[in-house]
C-alpha cells in the first residue's frame, strides 16, 4: 500500500486487502501458478488472462484506488467468469478451499462489475494440483449488491494502515530529507564513504566499502540511505548483520538519526526460536509446525484478530523496537511475537536482521524477498559481508547422516 502524494489517493491491492483479514493464503503467483493460467487459457474460448483491473472510490476521510489482476475473465451465455488460477500441494487440492480464495475472488468481481456495470457475476477457484496436473474447479454466483458490502466490510480493519501510509509520506519521509548528520565531526573516511553510499542508491548498484576499525562506517552506511529515502529514491532500508552486537550497533545508530529528527521507525528482527513464548512450543520447538500451529498455540489462535491492535500499540508507542518491547505487547495482547515483530516490520522503514532473513532460502522473510511487487525500492545494507562466505557455506551444504 502507498499513498501517492500526487494524486492524494491511497494505492492498495486486492492482495493487501485480503491478507489483512486471511492470512494463510499467498496470493502473489509463481511459475507454477503462471503455468496453469496459461493451460485454462489455451482450454478456454475468449479466456483473457492477468486482467488488471482498478477502481478509485471514497472510504472515511481517504481516497482509495483499489487495484489487482484477475487471473482469468471470460464471459458465457448466462454470465462472465473471474477466476483465481493456483498450482497447490494435495493436501489443499484434496481439502476444503480456503475462505481467503474467496475473499480476493470477490474483491475482483467487485471491481470487474463496477467497471463493466454487471449485477451479477461468477466466480471460479481453478486448482492445479502440482502433484498431478489434474485441475479442480470450484463456482459461485455473487450479485454486485452482497459484493459492494463485502468490500466495504474489509475496509475498516486497514483504517490504522491507511492512516500510518498517509503520515508516512507527509510525515516521516519528509524528515528524512535534509537530516543533519548526528555527530559533531565527520571522521576521515566517512564523507568518502557517504559519498559512495548515496551514489549507488541513486544510481540502483553494488558497492563494496573496506574500512578501517573506529572510522563509522555503521553511520556512514546508514545516514545517506535515509537521507536517499527521504528524497524517494527507497522505500525500506535492510541492514544484514552476522552477530547480535553488530545488530545493536546499528540500532545505536539509527537512534542517533531519530534524536537529530528522523521520524523513522526501526525494527530488530529476531530469530523465532528466540522469541517463541509459546509453552507447548517448548516441548517440540517453535518451528515444529505440530506446536506452531492455531490449535496447538494460543498466541497464534485468532491472530489477525487480535494482532492489529498491539501493531496500534507498539506504533504509536515509540520509534525502535527491540524483541523485549514487542514481547511484553504481544504477551499483552496473547498473540504470537515472533509473528507480531514481522507485522510490526512492514510499518517499519529500518529493518535490521541477521543475513539468513535474505540469503537461507528456508528462512528468508517470504514477504520481502520472494515475489514482493516492492523489492526493487529496497536498499540492502550488509555488515561484515566477509562472513557471508563461511555463512553460505553452511547455509548451501547438506549433510546426512548413517
Ligand atoms: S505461534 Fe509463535 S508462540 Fe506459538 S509456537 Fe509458533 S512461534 Fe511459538
Known amino acids: 500500500m502507498k499513498y501517492n502524494k500526487k494524486t492524494e489517493c491511497v494505492e492498495m491491492s486486492v492482495a493487501e486487502l485480503c491478507t489483512a483479514s486471511f492470512s494463510k493464503v499467498e496470493y502473489?503467483?509463481?511459475?507454477?501458478?503462471?503455468?496453469a493460467i496459461s493451460e485454462v487459457e489455451k482450454s478456454t474460448e475468449g479466456y483473457i488472462k492477468n486482467l488488471p483491473v482498478a477502481k478509485k472510490f471514497s472510504f472515511e476521510a481517504f481516497d482509495i484506488k483499489l487495484y489487482g489482476t484477475v487471473d482469468g475473465?471470460?464471459?458465457?451465455?448466462?454470465?462472465v467468469r473471474?477466476?483465481?488460477?493456483?498450482?497447490?500441494?494435495?493436501?489443499?487440492?484434496?481439502?476444503?478451499?480456503?475462505?481467503?480464495?474467496?475473499?480476493?475472488?470477490?474483491?475482483?468481481?467487485?471491481?470487474?462489475?463496477?467497471?463493466?456495470g454487471l449485477q451479477v457475476v461468477y466466480v471460479r477457484t481453478v486448482f492445479r494440483s502440482a502433484q498431478s496436473s489434474e485441475f479442480k474447479i470450484a463456482e459461485k454466483k455473487f450479485y454486485l449488491d452482497e459484493l459492494d458490502v463485502?468490500?466495504?466490510?474489509?475496509?475498516?480493519?486497514m483504517k490504522f494502515l491507511i492512516q500510518q501510509n498517509v503520515k508516512h509520506e507527509t510525515l516521516v519521509r519528509p524528515s528524512a530529507l535534509d537530516l543533519t548528520f548526528p555527530y559533531e565531526e565527520i571522521r576521515d573516511g566517512q564523507e568518502e564513504m557517504m559519498r559512495g553510499v548515496a551514489s549507488v542508491i541513486r544510481k540502483r548498484?553494488?558497492?563494496?566499502?573496506?574500512?578501517?576499525?573506529?572510522?563509522?562506517?555503521?553511520?556512514?552506511?546508514?545516514?545517506?540511505?535515509v537521507r536517499a529515502f527521504g528524497k524517494g529514491e527507497c522505500d525500506k532500508i535492510?541492514?544484514?548483520?552476522?552477530?547480535?552486537?553488530?545488530?545493536?550497533?546499528?540500532?545505536?545508530?539509527?537512534?542517533?538519526?531519530?534524536?537529530?529528527?528522523?521520524?523513522?521507525?526501526?525494527?530488530?528482527?529476531t530469530s523465532k526460536d528466540s522469541m517463541c513464548c509459546s509453552e507447548t512450543a517448548k516441548k517440540g520447538g517453535c518451528r515444529d509446525a505440530r506446536y506452531c500451529n492455531e490449535r496447538d498455540c494460543k498466541l497464534k489462535k485468532r491472530y489477525k484478530d487480535k494482532a492489529g491492535a498491539a501493531v496500534e500499540e507498539l506504533v504509536s508507542k515509540q520509534n525502535g523496537f527491540y524483541a523485549s518491547v514487542i514481547t511484553e505487547v504481544a504477551l499483552k495482547h496473547e498473540v504470537c511475537?515472533?509473528?507480531?515483530?514481522?507485522?510490526?516490520?512492514?510499518?517499519?522503514?529500518?529493518?535490521?536482521?541477521?543475513?539468513?532473513?535474505?540469503?537461507d532460502p528456508y528462512v528468508r522473510i517470504k514477504r520481502y524477498f520472494e515475489n514482493s511487487e516492492n523489492s526493487d525500492d529496497y536498499v540492502f545494507l550488509i555488515d561484515e559481508a566477509h562472513n557471508l562466505v563461511d555463512r553460505a557455506r553452511g547455509i548451501y551444504s547438506a549433510s546426512v547422516s548413517l
Not at 502473489?28 to 503455468?35: E, F, Q, Y
Not at 475462505?99 to 474483491?107: I, Q, S
Open 205 to 225: 548498484r553494488r558497492m563494496f566499502a573496506q574500512a578501517p576499525t573506529g572510522i563509522g562506517k555503521t553511520i556512514s552506511a546508514l545516514y545517506p540511505s
Open 73 to 79: 475473465y471470460f464471459e458465457k451465455r448466462d454470465g
Open 150 to 157: 463485502f468490500v466495504k466490510a474489509l475496509l475498516p480493519k
Open 337 to 359: 511475537p515472533y509473528e507480531l515483530s514481522l507485522d510490526l516490520s512492514e510499518l517499519c522503514d529500518i529493518i535490521i536482521c541477521d543475513y539468513n532473513y535474505l540469503f
Open 238 to 269: 535492510f541492514y544484514f548483520t552476522a552477530k547480535s552486537d553488530t545488530a545493536r550497533e546499528a540500532y545505536t545508530a539509527a537512534s542517533k538519526l531519530f534524536a537529530v529528527g528522523a521520524k523513522l521507525k526501526a525494527i530488530v528482527l
Open 28 to 35: 502473489s503467483k509463481n511459475d507454477l501458478d503462471n503455468t
Open 82 to 116: 473471474v477466476d483465481f488460477v493456483k498450482s497447490v500441494s494435495h493436501r489443499e487440492f484434496s481439502g476444503k478451499i480456503d475462505e481467503g480464495y474467496w475473499a480476493y475472488l470477490k474483491c475482483c468481481a467487485w471491481l470487474i462489475c463496477v467497471r463493466d
